[in-house]
């Protein structure tokens, strides 16, 4: 929340450019100008100017991405290749919820609303960043890393619906989790990261690879 923003904007887009400039020597697939920034979203020639710029730094696709809440105030989605979305939605009101009751919440009442903002993008949204911690309350509030105890079936079972269920729909075209660690954590480890646990040793799933 800048004081003054065009201060900020003009400082923001000579890093912008710093590392447009880098994407393009190295060979970057998608180069992201910005995520989840909700209160600087409503400036409009801002981001335009902003895009404008990185194009002339950056030949490949461009992305930016925002909380799901706020996809259909962004009146800028146009000049971006591929909108995007984190949809950090709680899925129960449980602690604990079975893969049954999470895949019935994304179905009956989460879907529907992300079928919409794809609708007023125009576009089908890419799924810029989702991941599921390994505890208590990871369905309730997946954007919060949850405590003790650790449970790796309900991680797995909300990775499991979102790549059942979301990620196969039309209003969607590919996904980024949050988050892979460097090193194994375990089961024992409430934390984002699935390397060595359940959510990673379903072999049916080639998403992984």
Do not use: C
């Amino acid at each position: 929340k800048p004081t003054d923003r065009n201060a900020w904007f003009n400082a923001y887009r000579f890093t912008v450019n710093h590392y447009a400039d880098l994407a393009q020597r190295t060979g970057v697939e998608l180069f992201g100008i910005g995520s989840e920034m909700i209160s600087l979203e409503g400036e409009v020639s801002q981001w335009q100017h902003t895009i404008s710029d990185a194009r002339q730094h950056y030949k490949g696709p461009l992305t930016y991405f925002t909380v799901y809440a706020t996809v259909n105030r962004i009146k800028w989605w146009r000049y971006i290749d591929y909108p995007g979305v984190s949809p950090y939605m709680s899925l129960s009101s449980s602690s604990a919820p079975g893969y049954d009751e999470i895949v019935n919440n994304w179905r009956r009442t989460q879907l529907p609303y992300l079928r919409q903002a794809a609708a007023y993008v125009g576009r089908p949204l890419l799924i810029a960043e989702i991941g599921y911690g390994s505890g208590p309350g990871a369905a309730t509030h997946p954007e919060v890393s949850p405590g003790y105890p650790a449970n790796e079936t309900l991680q797995a079972d909300l990775y499991r619906a979102m790549l059942d269920v979301v990620l196969p729909d039309k209003s969607f075209d590919g996904i980024s989790f949050f988050r892979w660690s460097s090193t194994e954590t375990g089961p024992a480890n409430p934390g984002f990261s699935p390397k060595g646990k359940a959510a990673y040793a379903k072999p049916k799933y080639e998403y992984w690879n």
